[in-house]
């Protein structure tokens, strides 16, 4: 049986264990610690880590499909899946030192942070000096590790950066309308000094890690929140279909899965989602042929991996957005999953790498492309 495989029928088989857990995350605003170890025992952290470091990486597609599956179990479980092994795989795959963080004969580790620049680095004998506040790092609660981004004040390139977590200062600041379960709090460092080889240039070759780090940035990151809304968008589908067979809009109406109006909506959400879902999967499925080919994807795979990402998540929150219309003032209650849909739809689509400023880019390149009288 594949690793995929394997993966998959876990998720199926603790299925109520994930549901359990999403909803104790919501009360804490994290993921729940004996969760967070299942997920470390299950392997979930390390699907996009090297296997020289211990990893078990998947292909892009196979991670699409596992995180999915888990997104429509439950979305706080999938999200802390979905980022631990994305900051794994950045630490494993482009740091130089990266045994310091994957260290021979230790547990495997969980990395947390996030790439934007919110950092200064001076640059000093053997490395950095490093201040700055980073948010929206989900999962810092179980993570050991912290990974973020600086500018130089040297030369304004942006450095990538790898420390312990017991060398930061974490804020419990995560009080949010989306999202709610998955820990997504701030840290700040003072002044801290960060070797070299815990470092690299954002935009660098990978140094290990074979055709999955060949991908490059950002296509390297591109099959995780467009796969996890899928998956949520999956649930609150089924999830409003059983809803539409007892709810009526007024007392003695019918209800609204006998209204054609509803039939209609229900019959094109489905299709927007199987479509917002194949042009991701297909932009995914070319930058990584070319990858295993022994190529970095072009720019214009790249444009087209992140402007396909924008697209799958924001057609997912438009699909459930539309859905909730229909089930009246019930699905405003705390006890209806739909609210809790549709709010972590809403966050994940705020999200730093999903800004619609993807289709200005795509946009320009194609002008571009056409005004040199090529096509790519």
Not at 24 to 34: C, F, Q, T, V
Request: hydrophobic share 45%; glycine share 10%; charged share 20%.
């Amino acid at each position: 049986m594949s690793r995929r495989d394997e993966l998959l029928d876990a998720i199926r088989e603790q299925a109520e264990t994930w549901a359990d857990a999403g909803i104790r995350s919501e009360e804490i605003r994290a993921l729940p610690a004996e969760t967070a170890a299942l997920l470390a025992e299950l392997g979930f952290f390390w699907l996009k880590t090297p296997a020289e470091l211990g990893g078990t990486p998947l292909t892009p597609l196979e991670f699409c499909d596992v995180i999915e599956e888990l997104a429509y179990a439950d979305a706080s479980v999938a999200w802390a899946a979905m980022i631990g092994a994305g900051c794994n795989g950045l630490a494993g795959g482009w740091l130089p030192g990266a045994a310091r963080v994957f260290a021979p004969g230790k547990p495997l580790p969980v990395v947390a942070g996030q790439l934007s620049p919110r950092g200064t680095g001076t640059p000093v004998t053997g490395g950095y000096d490093v201040s700055g506040r980073w948010a929206f790092s989900s999962g810092i609660t179980h993570a050991d590790w912290l990974i973020g981004a600086f500018k130089s004040v040297q030369d304004s390139r942006i450095i990538v950066f790898t420390a312990p977590k017991s060398q930061a200062e974490v804020i419990d600041n995560w009080h949010v309308a989306g999202l709610q379960g998955t820990g997504s709090l701030d840290w700040r460092v003072e002044s801290l000094f960060v070797p070299s080889e815990m470092t690299y240039e954002l935009g660098a070759a990978a140094p290990r890690g074979g055709a999955l780090f060949r991908l490059g940035m950002p296509a390297f990151v591109s099959n995780e929140v467009p796969p996890w809304c899928a998956g949520v968008a999956r649930r609150a589908l089924d999830d409003m279909t059983s809803i539409a067979t007892r709810t009526a809009r007024f007392p003695g109406g019918p209800t609204v899965s006998e209204r054609a109006v509803f039939h209609k909506e229900l019959g094109r959400a489905e299709v927007r989602l199987r479509a917002a879902r194949l042009v991701h999967r297909d932009a995914m499925g070319r930058a990584w042929e070319t990858a295993v080919s022994g190529s970095a994807p072009s720019e214009g795979e790249q444009i087209a991996v992140t402007s396909a990402s924008v697209y799958a998540v924001e057609t997912c929150f438009d699909v459930v957005s539309d859905l909730f219309r229909y089930g009246g003032g019930r699905v405003l209650s705390l006890a209806s999953p739909m609210q809790r849909h549709l709010r972590d739809l809403l966050a994940a689509r705020q999200h730093l790498a999903l800004s619609e400023e993807s289709y200005e880019t795509a946009g320009r390149f194609r002008l571009e492309l056409a005004a040199e009288g090529r096509t790519e």
